[in-house]
T-cell receptor, first 112, second 114 residues
């Protein structure tokens, strides 16, 4: 079945630097790729998403890149702030199957 | 901020006992998903609904798990006979439509099976 691999289990960056989290997927039919943030003891909070008809999307400090050929997508957080510290999950789904397949999560720590 | 409501927040059951949890989706969201997040942060999709109709479910759900989303009542997920391996965070999510739609997650029900 469809798998989503999240390459970095932990990531530590200095405040103000950029953080990049990478994911790959296996099913070429996947066409929707959201990212979620989970802070300690809390639920998933939607961050940003990208559909397969574009290869880049930006929302303020967040940029998502999609490389359909390589079946890879990534989340770039620029000018990181302490409140960016959390676990980030990538996910993928097919248009005709709303269920999300999640990656294993990346724990992002922002150092002062 | 998500307005998906899940109750109870914590549930403790003995092996073999029934465990039932509820979810009220965001107002106007006809699509509801249930996921299981284990202690290793692995997610498993369980079942989803559009209005009251089951659209997809995994095999595990068909056997020991039952779920429903009745009209004008909370959705529910029930484990008929809890096992230690069912200990996890159960997340309910809702969305406006099928397909490319942001899923809004509730706070989850943390189930511990002793």
């Amino acid at each position: 079945g469809e798998k989503v691999e999240q390459h970095e289990s932990t990531l530590s960056v200095r405040e103000g630097d950029s953080a990049v989290i990478n994911c790959t997927y296996t099913d070429t039919a996947s066409s929707y790729f959201p990212w979620y943030k989970q802070e300690a003891g809390k639920s998933l909070h939607f961050v940003i998403d990208i559909r397969s008809n574009v290869d880049r999307k930006q929302s303020q400090r967040l940029i998502v890149l999609l490389d359909k050929k390589a079946k890879r997508f990534s989340l770039h957080i620029t000018a990181t702030q302490p409140e960016d510290s959390a676990i980030y999950f990538c996910a993928a789904s097919k248009y005709n199957q709303g269920k999300l397949i999640f990656g294993q999560g990346t724990k992002l720590s922002i150092k002062p | 901020n998500s307005k998906v409501i899940q109750t109870p927040r914590y549930l403790v059951k003995g092996q073999g006992q029934k465990a039932k949890m509820r979810c009220i989706p965001e107002k106007g969201h006809p699509v509801v998903f249930w996921y299981q997040q284990n202690k290793n942060n692995e997610f498993k999709f369980l079942i989803n609904f559009q209005n009251q109709e089951v659209l997809q479910q995994i095999d595990m759900t068909e056997k020991r798990f039952s779920a429903e989303c009745p009209s004008n009542s909370p959705c529910s997920l029930e484990i008929q006979s809890s096992e230690a391996g069912d200990s996890a965070l159960y997340l309910c999510a809702s969305s406006l439509y099928w397909g490319y739609a942001e899923q809004f997650f509730g706070p989850g029900t943390r189930l511990t099976v002793l």
